[in-house]
């Protein structure tokens, strides 16, 4: 059983007179100011970005034009030389370029009479034996000096004619070896061959 209320409707009596009333602002009205003011907002922050850029491009487009200025005066400067002043420079432009070109074929001579240094200490590496230990390795000119211990003779042998038969290699002379215990302790000197030769 539901009860019903029933209320009675009571007049709006606003004894204020219009004058003296706030007028009420509907919600669209409100939501189009707000709005007026969003648009106001963003274009004053868009204006304010293409300021920036517009002073960023124009400080660019002066850096441009100084440089452009100063290309033109060393062109002008260029353009200017007499037909004598070309003809030295070109003279000694052809100078300067066979000096250089010499130069070029001494470096080149120079290399051709290095040895790869590299391949040839990984000879040392390469032809080792199980049992040989290399304590050091010393260069001095065209000769390589290697000093170690081997297990035996025999494995001592192995290492020297492996050695031997790299083509880089020319001469390999066996300096002194020494029986001390179960180890023979060796040094070695290699002559290495020069590959401009």
Not at 113 to 132: C, D, H, L, M
Not at 169 to 184: D, M, R, Y
Request: glycine share 6%; no cysteine.
């Amino acid at each position: 059983m539901q009860q019903r209320k029933d209320y009675r409707r009571v007049p709006n009596f606003n004894l204020v007179p219009l004058e003296h009333r706030k007028p009420t602002v509907s919600f669209r009205r409100l939501s189009l100011r707000f709005l007026l003011v969003i648009v106001i907002v963003a274009e004053a922050f868009l204006i304010r970005n293409l300021n920036q850029q517009k002073s960023s491009l124009e400080a660019a487009i002066d850096t441009a034009q100084r440089k452009m200025q100063q290309i033109d005066k060393e062109i002008a400067i260029i353009a200017n030389v007499q037909g004598k002043d070309a003809a030295t420079l070109e003279a000694a432009l052809k100078a300067l370029r066979e000096r250089v070109g010499g130069l070029d074929k001494d470096w080149k001579a120079l290399g051709m009479e290095q040895p790869n240094w590299s391949a040839v200490i990984a000879i040392f590496y390469q032809s080792k034996p199980g049992g040989v230990q290399l304590t050091s390795l010393n260069q001095s000119a065209e000769r390589v000096t290697a000093t170690g211990t081997a297990s035996d003779y025999r494995t001592l042998l192995d290492y020297y004619y492996g050695i031997l038969a790299s083509p880089l290699i020319s001469q390999i002379t066996l300096l002194k070896s020494a029986s001390a215990g179960s180890s023979v302790s060796f040094s070695l000197e290699v002559v290495v061959r020069m590959t401009g030769k």
